[in-house]
């Protein structure tokens, strides 16, 4: 893409931005882990508080904000985008109160799979064969993480687990490509994630409430893992995503973010002492094997 920034500074971004999103998974179980009871409530709980602190973050940015062309008819796939923020949020974390960190990483970072085949409907981008030979290789590799853990016996409903880290990654692959939208159609990155974040916390800040949750008081722990969460993994990693998509294939941004599940357990083997089995590491192994392939066929195109 014309204009485009050098390839170092992507790769960098991207590489940083995924490092930050692999922790939020660990700050999440930190928390569930802090109170008697993690269910659905408090998980809307974990998501509203994170997404509200880090629209609070981007506040500067609103000032870029003009309701005017171009920006106009880039602000439905803004709020579109935080729509999917909200659902991908909402879902995935009340997973990790069923299912493994392991699980839940990797099923939620199916989105190569979501994100190559709505942009090859939606904008008729067809990926080459050596793409989708990289995401049948990389999504193999997650198939043997998922069944590596499930040998632990982690999660107390796995299967539900599952299924709700499933519609995450059908919602993360739609905001994806929505937020790409918007930049191309004139929207900042710092506009775009304002709103989009905006977006997000508005939805799902009075969704505790109606669960009967409470934000206040929660164990201090709780409110630390959420300011680490709003920071490093949405701001930092999340917006540096973002920020990729609008000169990468948003399949090869979706692609970089299956070394989330890879970072997810190394921090969980470290801090909770989750130790992978055999099927994890050789898991890792095939599914890098499968980003490497998936990348270098986008750029033989």
């Known amino acids: 893409m014309s204009g485009s920034p050098p390839v170092w500074k992507l790769s960098s971004l991207l590489?940083?931005?995924?490092?930050?999103?692999?922790?939020?998974?660990?700050?999440?179980?930190?928390?569930?882990?802090?109170?008697?009871?993690?269910?659905?409530?408090?998980?809307?709980?974990?998501?509203?508080?994170?997404?509200?602190?880090?629209?609070?973050?981007?506040l500067p940015a609103w000032r870029q904000v003009r309701l005017a062309q171009p920006y106009f008819q880039a602000l439905p796939y803004a709020l579109g985008a935080g729509t999917c923020l909200a659902v991908h949020f909402g879902t995935w974390i009340t997973s990790l109160a069923y299912t493994s960190i392991a699980a839940s990483t990797v099923i939620v970072t199916t989105n190569p799979v979501w994100v190559a085949l709505l942009?090859?409907?939606?904008?008729?981008?067809?990926?080459?064969?050596?793409?989708?030979?990289?995401?049948?290789?990389?999504?193999?590799?997650?198939?043997?993480i998922t069944l590596g853990d499930a040998h632990g016996g982690a999660g107390s409903h796995p299967l539900f687990g599952d299924a709700l880290a499933l519609v995450g990654a059908w919602m993360a692959s739609l905001y994806f490509l929505l937020g790409r939208e918007a930049q191309r159609r004139g929207l900042s990155i710092g506009s775009y994630a304002a709103i989009a974040y905006t977006t997000a916390a508005l939805l799902l800040l009075p969704l505790p409430l109606l669960a009967n949750t409470a934000y206040w008081p929660q164990p201090p722990i709780v409110y630390i893992c959420?300011?680490?969460?709003?920071?490093?993994?949405?701001?930092?990693?999340?917006?540096?995503?973002?920020?990729?998509?609008?000169?990468?294939?948003?399949?090869?941004?979706?692609?970089?973010?299956?070394?989330?599940?890879?970072?997810?357990?190394l921090l969980a083997w470290m801090i909770f002492q989750e130790v992978p089995g055999p099927l994890v590491f050789i898991g890792a192994m095939i599914l890098l094997l499968g980003i490497a392939i998936a990348i270098l066929g986008q750029h033989s195109e």
């Not at 939020?24 to 997404?51: H, K």
């Open 226 to 265: 959420i300011i680490l969460m709003a920071i490093l993994s949405q701001v930092i990693g999340h917006t540096s995503c973002n920020w990729a998509v609008r000169w990468i294939s948003p399949t090869v941004v979706a692609l970089a973010l299956l070394l989330e599940p890879v970072g997810a357990s």
């Open 119 to 144: 942009s090859w409907w939606l904008w008729r981008e067809q990926p080459s064969r050596r793409t989708l030979l990289g995401i049948g290789i990389a999504l193999s590799g997650g198939i043997l």
């Open 15 to 58: 590489i940083t931005g995924v490092l930050a999103i692999a922790t939020a998974s660990i700050f999440i179980r930190i928390a569930f882990r802090a109170v008697p009871q993690a269910g659905v409530g408090f998980s809307l709980v974990l998501a509203a508080s994170r997404l509200t602190i880090a629209a609070l973050c981007l």
